[in-house]
C-alpha cells in the first residue's frame, strides 16, 4: 500500500503501542546553537523533512528539532518517538555475540563452521571477520535495490533467504585481507546467535539487553510485525519523485543487519551501558574497540565489532553506529559512558549533499557536551 503525498493520505495507528518513557528526571536544557544550525542545514538546504538530535550529558538531556515530523499535516518532529534504527542494530548483535564469548560458548577466532555448519561455501570465516566486516561476503541489500520498494514492504524474509541471496555471487575477496561493509555478515551473526542459544535473535536481544537496561521501547520486531509503534515521525522514502510513507513494512527483510526499533533516549543509554562495562566484561568490550581502518566517510575512522571509532572535530572520538533504513537515517553513539548523542532524520536514502551534513550535525551534537 503506497502511501504518498500526492495521494490520499493513509494514516495508520499502530496495533503494537509503546507510551513515551521520561529519559531523565532532571529538566530539559535549552537548545545550542551549533546542533540546530546543523540540523537545519539538513531540513532547509537539504530538503529532509525533519530531524532530531537527544543529548544525553550525565543526567541532563537536550532535544533539538528541526522541519516536521509529518509533512501533511505539519505536526513537528515527536520528542523522543519510536523509528527504526537500520544499521546500528549491529552494535546490538555483536553485544549479543560478545555475552556469549565471555560465557565460553562461543570463540571469535573459530570459524563460522563450527556452529553453522555446511551454510559458507569458505570455511576459513570468522566469526571476528562477520562482526568487523572482513570476511568477503557479498552484501545482499545490493540486490534488493534492484526490487520495487512496495513489493519489499510486505515481503520480509528469513535468515538462510538472505545469506542464499548473498552467495550466489562469488567472495569479494579472501577473508581477512580487506575491509567492507557487508550486511550478510549479520545476518550470518545473527544465525549463529539463534543455533548456540537455541532462542530466536528477538529474543536473546530482550533477555540480555533490552530488559536488563530497562529498554521498554526498543526490540527487534518478528515476520510479519509491520507497525511502527507511536508516537513516531513519518518515515519518507523518495520513490518514483514522491515523498512515500514507509514508516510501516516488514523489517525482517533487514533482520540481524538492521532491522531494530527503539528511541533517541533508549540507544543513548545503551550506548551508555555498553561503554561504561555494564553489558560486556572488560576483556569483550576491549575485543569490541579493537580496531581496523575502514571506510566511513571521516577520516581516521576505525572500525571494530559492531562498533564504530569517529574521530571528532573537537578532540578525541565518538563511538557508535550509523543506520540507514527505508524512512529513516540515524547516527548515535557515545564520547563516555556518560555522553551520548543519538540522532534521527526521517527521510532514507538521503539527498546527495546531506549524508556529509548528518554527520557534521552529529559532530557539532557530541562536541556540544564535551
Known sequence: MRKSLRGRRVVAVGTLVAL????TAAPALAATGPVQAGLDVLTAQDGVPGGEAVIQDGGRTRVVRSGTGDVVTGKPFPRNGSFRAGSVTKTFVATVILQLVGEGRVKLDAPVERYLPGLLPDRRITVRQLLQHTSGLYNYTADLALIDPETLR???A????????????PALFPPGTHWSYSNTNYIVA???????TGHDLSGEIARRITRPLGLRDTYLPRRGDERLPEPHAVGYSPIGGNLVDFSDFDATIAGAAGGLVTTPSELNRFYGALLGGRL???AELAEMKRTVPAELGVPGAGYGLGLGSIPLSCGGVVWGHGGSIPGFTTMSGAAAHDHGVTLVANQDPLPKSASQHVAAAFDAAVCSGQ
Open 158 to 169: 528469513e535468515p538462510a533467504e538472505l545469506v542464499a541471496m548473498a552467495l550466489k555471487h
Open 190 to 196: 545473527g544465525m549463529i546467535v539463534e543455533k548456540v
Open 20 to 23: 513515551l518513557a521520561a529519559t
Open 154 to 156: 510486505h515481503r520480509g
Open 280 to 282: 560486556l566484561r572488560p
